[in-house]
């Protein structure tokens, strides 16, 4: 990892903390992932088989930053959405500093403009509206590639608006599905 990310993973995190502490309101604070989440992320979208790395939230870029380290490894790019203007400023000069404008991609809009599209994924961060979990796990889910990963933030966080999320994929047989307490609870699913 370079200084460079180093430091704007830090700057990120205290500015996390700084907003919650204010009582920012939700919709406007960074809300990133924890670093061990983060790392857990990392690891597991390095090991996924072939096609896109996808993430939906993009935030001021904290798990963006964390997925490069496996896109790097890989050779290839994350694409990440994220539909507010004033968080992607932060999230462009984070990904300028820390060096990885090369291999990282993202489109600004309401991710379910953009999904789904043509390509295979490999892996999806699903981190946004928690009231768009289940449609968007399956507009994915068609271009997901066997032994592809989806992994959803905020389980046990948002644990009663998230339990039809969680129903609808544990009951899902096209995938084998575990929620992980890590961070803020992470939902994996992955493709048969
Ligand atoms: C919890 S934050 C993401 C945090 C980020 N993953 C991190 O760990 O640094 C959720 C983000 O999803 C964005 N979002 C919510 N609904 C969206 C949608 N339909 N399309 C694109 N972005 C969306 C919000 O603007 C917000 O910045």
Known sequence: M????????????????EQRKEG??????????????????????????????????????YSTLWLALAARVRGQCVQ????????????????????????????????????????TVAFCFIDHEK???????????????????IAADNIHSHEEALAPFVDHVIADSRVDAVVIPIGKGVLLARKI
């Open 2 to 17: 370079s200084t460079g990310m180093v430091e704007c993973m830090r700057r990120l995190q205290s500015l996390d903390a």
């Open 80 to 119: 990440s959405f994220e539909r507010s203007a004033a968080k992607l400023s932060i999230a462009r000069d984070t990904f300028a500093r820390s060096g990885v404008t090369d291999i990282i991609d993202v489109t600004e809009g309401d991710v379910r403009n953009f999904l789904p599209d043509s390509r």
């Open 131 to 149: 009231s768009q979990y289940i449609e968007c796990y399956e507009m994915l889910m068609p271009n997901l590639v066997a032994g592809g990963i």
């Open 24 to 61: 920012v309101p939700t919709v406007d604070r960074l809300c990133a992932v924890s670093p061990e989440t983060g790392r857990f992320l990392a690891l597991l979208a390095a090991t996924v088989p072939s096609g896109a790395l996808l993430e939906i939230g993009t935030s001021g870029g």
